[in-house]
């Protein structure tokens, strides 16, 4: 199986095996954020995909949601 480092390589993170980090971020795609920014949270294990998600939905901007989940 392929795994993939999230930014963090002090190796304090857990590995994503990509499956996992292409179907969120097909997911957060799907809810409206653009790809580059949908990368970046799909590699972050940390990050809520529904949380994510559901800002999107209830009205937020990709930037709003972006400092909440951060």
Do not use: N
Not at 22 to 48: N, Q
Request: hydrophobic share 45%; aromatic share 4%; proline share 4%.
């Amino acid at each position: 199986m392929t795994r993939v480092l999230t930014d963090q390589d002090t190796g304090d993170e857990t590995m994503q095996p990509l499956g996992v980090i292409a179907w969120r971020m097909d997911r957060l795609i799907d809810a409206g954020y653009p790809v580059l920014t949908a990368m970046r949270l799909a590699e972050k294990p940390h990050i809520d995909l529904h949380q994510a998600c559901d800002l999107l939905k209830r009205g937020a901007s990709v930037s709003e949601a972006l400092r909440i989940l951060f």
